[in-house]
């Protein structure tokens, strides 16, 4: 199994300028999620899906930040214009769906998309 | 807001002792716990993961969880200067209509000396 693939792996981008991070989950994970990591902040949830379908996007900045899943093996998530705060380290993840509710979710990471925004 | 809090560290152990990592939480709701490993440079790794009280061994590694103190811990036995990583802890409590709320620690950096 190749695991979870994001890419790209390093972007360096100018202010005001369009990122978009990409992610192809491992097959047959019903869950996807999207997290930001910085120093500062730590690892934080910005949205996640279940089965392409975006459940809580509560976690998602500002409206600079969207999010798609237009398929199972698929997902992106945009960053338009970008600020030079928005530097961080980008992961996606992925899970299968909980045994029950009382049981989380045991998820897979990609190796992240490291952003500079200058 | 929910919280995981988890001490930044370092937490510094010599090789062979028994590395002992916390966490404390704030929603007393929460059910499901996970402890992640993340080296330097990388992505985090799931290592543990815990949902009732008590303690759960695998190989090396212990964890426990106590609901009514809201505090989970990760235990690492002959730790190894390869256990040298951040440890994040991972808190989800089930909010209802499918949906979950997902939190993690910052993290503490341990460290083995050799």
């Known amino acids: 199994d190749a695991g979870v693939i994001q890419s790209p792996r390093h972007e360096v981008t100018e202010m005001g300028q369009e990122v978009t991070l990409r992610c192809k989950p491992i097959?047959?994970?019903?869950?996807l999620f999207w997290y930001r990591q910085t120093m500062m902040r730590g690892l934080e949830l910005l949205i996640y899906?279940?089965?392409?379908?975006?459940?809580?996007d509560s976690g998602m900045p500002e409206d600079r930040f969207s999010a798609k899943m237009p398929n199972a093996s698929f997902s992106t998530l945009k960053i338009q214009p970008s600020e030079p705060r928005d530097s961080a380290v980008y992961f996606c993840?992925?899970?299968?769906?909980?045994?029950?509710?009382?049981?989380?979710?045991?998820?897979?990471f990609g190796p992240g998309t490291r952003l500079t925004v200058l | 807001q929910k919280e995981v809090e988890q001490n930044s560290g370092p937490l510094s152990v010599p090789e062979g002792a028994i590395a002992s990592l916390n966490c404390t939480y704030s929603?007393?709701?929460?059910?499901?716990f996970f402890w992640y490993r993340q080296y330097s440079g990388k992505s985090p790794e799931l290592i543990m993961s815990?949902?009732?009280?008590g303690d759960k061994e695998d190989g090396r590694f212990t964890a426990q969880l106590n609901k009514a103190s809201q505090y989970v811990s990760l235990l690492i036995r002959d730790s190894q200067p390869s256990d040298s990583a951040t440890y994040l802890c991972?808190?989800?409590?089930?909010?209802?209509?499918?949906?979950?709320?997902?939190?993690f620690g910052k993290g503490t950096k341990l460290s083995v000396i050799p």
């Open positions: 097959s047959g994970h019903d869950y």
């Open positions: 991972a808190v989800t409590a089930y909010s209802g209509a499918g949906s979950y709320q997902l939190t």
């Open positions: 899906f279940n089965n392409n379908v975006p459940i809580d």
């Open positions: 929603d007393r709701g929460s059910q499901s």
């Open positions: 815990i949902y009732s009280n």
């Open positions: 993840a992925s899970s299968l769906a909980p045994r029950d509710v009382l049981f989380g979710f045991e998820q897979f």
